[in-house]
């Protein structure tokens, strides 16, 4: 009598755990997927924000529309950023190369001389192929120097790209004479300017480049292999990675990137400037922050690069659109990263723990098999 007063208590306590199974189940999801979730979730808070704050401008098409040109350029030098940090490593010199990349091929476009000291001045007026081939095998060159010092030197990258920085630098002004160039290729233009039906070529351009940085990094060996390297480079060679190697095509990828986007910028901005550009340092990498990829290596990606973007995109313009005092908004922009940044380190947390635990957990092969009850003597013995 007492096991059957029982069985309904069991009954009900089995499911009560049952109706709880799928909200551990969403809990323990949240916790995986918390460098994504955590950033995502700022970015709709802050677009509701913005959107009360300023009702009447902040939705509007011609305003959403502002903020994806304005977030298109730095997608190519974020997009960049990403490979770097997947790795555990940093650049500082992606927007100093973007710059070289700009001004390059609109010097050479225009017939400028470009004094290259082994083979004299460098003349080719007109030659869009020539002058746009010649930014992009520079600025990689410049990123393959990057990633020999750091991958075969032990050079720490922090201090590597500091110096390419600065030699990008150093030729942007060397060959730029001071001069501001508005007569620019018709091919720069256009990708900065010009549109695909509704959508600006810029726009379409970005997504293009993300998209393609997102298959590598999720579909390829190389990718694989880059998210190895960046969460335990010795377990990477121990497993027959070269490191190296990565390290090496990691920097050209970003400097490559940023030729690109330094060019599309110049096609926007509507002139060359030696000055004008470098600036996009500190919101490329504080845009790949905001996203979630961690600083450390190995965790984040292209998805998180893309929250970061729009993140950092809607804070900018929402500023904008409340009229804050100007001086007032590199504070607000560093507080709130400064707020992010702690966000997605508690985020990053849970999301190794969550990893951990599932690690631990006894898998169907590995639990101990059941115990076998000894053969009952009774109504067999003799």
């Given at each position: 009598?007492?096991?059957?007063?029982?069985?309904?208590?069991?009954?009900?306590?089995?499911?009560?755990?049952?109706?709880?199974?799928?909200?551990?189940?969403?809990?323990?999801?949240?916790?995986?997927?918390?460098?994504?979730?955590?950033?995502?979730?700022?970015?709709?808070?802050?677009?509701?924000?913005?959107?009360?704050?300023?009702?009447?401008?902040?939705?509007?098409?011609?305003?959403?529309?502002?903020?994806?040109?304005?977030?298109?350029?730095?997608?190519?030098?974020?997009?960049?950023?990403?490979?770097?940090?997947?790795?555990?490593?940093?650049?500082?010199?992606?927007?100093?190369?973007?710059?070289?990349?700009?001004?390059?091929?609109?010097?050479?476009?225009?017939?400028?001389?470009?004094?290259?000291?082994?083979?004299?001045?460098?003349?080719?007026?007109?030659?869009?192929?020539?002058?746009?081939?010649?930014?992009?095998?520079?600025?990689?060159?410049?990123?393959?120097?990057?990633?020999?010092?750091?991958?075969?030197?032990?050079?720490?990258?922090?201090?590597?790209?500091?110096?390419?920085?600065?030699?990008?630098?150093?030729?942007?002004?060397?060959?730029?004479?001071?001069?501001?160039?508005?007569?620019?290729?018709?091919?720069?233009?256009?990708?900065?300017?010009?549109?695909?039906?509704?959508?600006?070529?810029?726009?379409?351009?970005?997504?293009?480049?993300?998209?393609?940085?997102?298959?590598?990094?999720?579909?390829?060996?190389?990718?694989?292999?880059?998210?190895m390297t960046g969460a335990n480079r010795v377990a990477a060679q121990l497993a027959g990675i070269s490191t190296r190697r990565v390290l090496l095509q990691v920097?050209?990828?970003?400097?490559?990137?940023?030729?690109?986007?330094?060019?599309?910028?110049?096609?926007?901005?509507?002139?060359?400037?030696?000055?004008?550009?470098?600036?996009?340092?500190?919101?490329?990498?504080?845009?790949?922050?905001?996203?979630?990829?961690?600083?450390?290596?190995?965790?984040?990606?292209?998805?998180?690069?893309?929250?970061?973007?729009?993140?950092?995109?809607?804070?900018?313009?929402?500023?904008?659109?409340?009229?804050?005092?100007?001086?007032?908004?590199?504070?607000?922009?560093?507080?709130?990263?400064?707020?992010?940044?702690?966000?997605?380190?508690?985020?990053?947390?849970?999301?190794?723990?969550?990893?951990?635990?599932?690690?631990?957990?006894?898998?169907?092969?590995?639990?101990?098999?059941?115990?076998?009850?000894?053969?009952?003597?009774?109504?067999?013995?003799?």
């Amino acid at each position: 009598m007492n096991d059957l007063s029982r069985a309904p208590e069991a009954s009900s306590r089995r499911s009560f755990l049952s109706l709880l199974a799928p909200l551990a189940g969403r809990r323990e999801w949240l916790q995986r997927n918390a460098p994504l979730v955590a950033p995502s979730a700022a970015l709709v808070l802050l677009t509701t924000l913005f959107a009360l704050l300023a009702p009447e401008t902040f939705l509007s098409a011609g305003n959403i529309r502002n903020i994806l040109s304005q977030t298109a350029v730095l997608a190519f030098l974020a997009t960049g950023v990403t490979f770097v940090l997947l790795v555990g490593e940093i650049d500082l010199s992606v927007a100093n190369v973007a710059v070289l990349a700009g001004m390059l091929p609109a010097l050479m476009f225009i017939g400028h001389p470009i004094s290259v000291p082994p083979f004299g001045e460098i003349v080719l007026p007109g030659n869009q192929a020539v002058a746009i081939g010649a930014a992009i095998f520079l600025c990689g060159a410049l990123g393959a120097l990057t990633g020999l010092l750091v991958s075969r030197l032990g050079v720490p990258s922090i201090i590597a790209t500091l110096g390419v920085m600065l030699l990008a630098d150093g030729l942007s002004y060397y060959w730029a004479q001071g001069l501001r160039v508005y007569d620019l290729m018709p091919a720069v233009v256009g990708a900065g300017s010009g549109f695909i039906g509704p959508l600006p070529t810029i726009f379409v351009s970005a997504c293009a480049v993300l998209l393609l940085a997102h298959v590598v990094l999720s579909r390829t060996r190389f990718g694989r292999y880059v998210y190895m390297t960046g969460a335990n480079r010795v377990a990477a060679q121990l497993a027959g990675i070269s490191t190296r190697r990565v390290l090496l095509q990691v920097f050209i990828v970003a400097a490559v990137l940023s030729a690109l986007g330094g060019m599309i910028n110049v096609g926007r901005m509507g002139s060359a400037d030696a000055r004008s550009g470098t600036e996009l340092l500190m919101p490329a990498i504080a845009a790949v922050v905001l996203g979630g990829t961690s600083v450390f290596g190995g965790v984040g990606g292209i998805p998180n690069t893309v929250v970061g973007l729009l993140l950092y995109g809607v804070l900018n313009n929402g500023l904008d659109q409340i009229q804050m005092d100007i001086y007032l908004k590199p504070f607000a922009r560093g507080g709130f990263l400064i707020i992010a940044i702690v966000f997605n380190i508690v985020a990053l947390n849970l999301a190794a723990r969550s990893r951990a635990r599932a690690s631990e957990a006894p898998t169907p092969s590995s639990s101990p098999p059941p115990e076998v009850p000894e053969p009952s003597s009774g109504g067999l013995s003799s």
